[in-house]
T-cell receptor, first 111, second 113 residues
């Protein structure tokens, strides 16, 4: 009930393509769904986050799609660039309780 | 504002030793959390401190402990180190708690020989 399942484990995308990473959760108490981006040698940094009262949130080339009934959410990176090559973590949390992270997706964007 | 800082950045210890890692949160942030990151297990939550009190705890043995000071700075201690403790230890801070954005430090990379 506390798991967040993330897929795929790794992803290779051509420059200009769309990168899609999916996550699924079980605990309906979660009400905060952030995505973090981590470059080698750095800590994770918040990329974009969504609350369950909306089905989609877009910030630049990054979009979160949220399906409350299916308990799934996904990150779409449009026009993927080599600089987007990093590890991406989805997470789920609720106020006052620990945030559960997905296992991570290593994205490589080929130039 | 300065970000989350962690010291030291790298550490090499031997089995059986103990280690103390330090974290300074973003100014004004009262919640400090610690995570262990390994290639095989991803990001694992260790514990969270808020106003000098441990508020949440993950599933780690008692060898892992922490504390928070009145200025919100936090330390994490690992006693009787094991080879499996080799990992990147990340500290994250937030204004009030875990259900909001976590701001991560660069981490301390610990190698246990």
């Amino acid at each position: 009930q506390q798991q967040v399942k993330q897929s795929p484990q790794s992803l290779i995308v051509q420059k200009g393509g769309i990168s899609i990473i999916n996550c699924a959760y079980e605990n309906t108490a979660f009400d905060y769904f952030p995505w973090y981006q981590q470059f080698p040698g750095k800590g994770p940094a918040l990329l974009i986050a969504i609350r369950p009262d909306v089905s989609e949130k877009k910030e630049g080339r990054f979009t979160i799609s949220f399906n409350k009934s299916a308990k799934q959410f996904s990150l779409h990176i449009m026009d993927s660039q080599p600089g987007d090559s990093a590890t991406y973590f989805c997470a789920a949390g609720t106020g006052g309780f620990k945030t559960i992270f997905g296992a991570g997706t290593r994205l490589f964007v080929k130039a | 504002k300065a970000g989350v800082t962690q010291t030291p950045r790298y550490l090499i210890k031997t089995r059986g030793q103990q280690v103390t890692l330090s974290c300074s949160p973003i100014s004004g942030h009262r919640s400090v959390s610690w995570y262990q990151q390994t290639p095989g297990q991803g990001l694992q939550f260790l514990f969270e401190y808020f106003s000098e009190t441990q508020r949440n705890k993950g599933n780690f043995p008692g060898r892992f402990s922490g504390r928070q000071f009145s200025n919100s700075r936090s330390e994490m201690n690992v006693s009787t180190l094991e080879l499996g403790d080799s990992a990147l230890y990340l500290c994250a801070s937030s204004l009030e708690g875990l259900g909001e954005t976590q701001y991560f430090g660069p981490g301390t990379r610990l190698l246990v020989l």
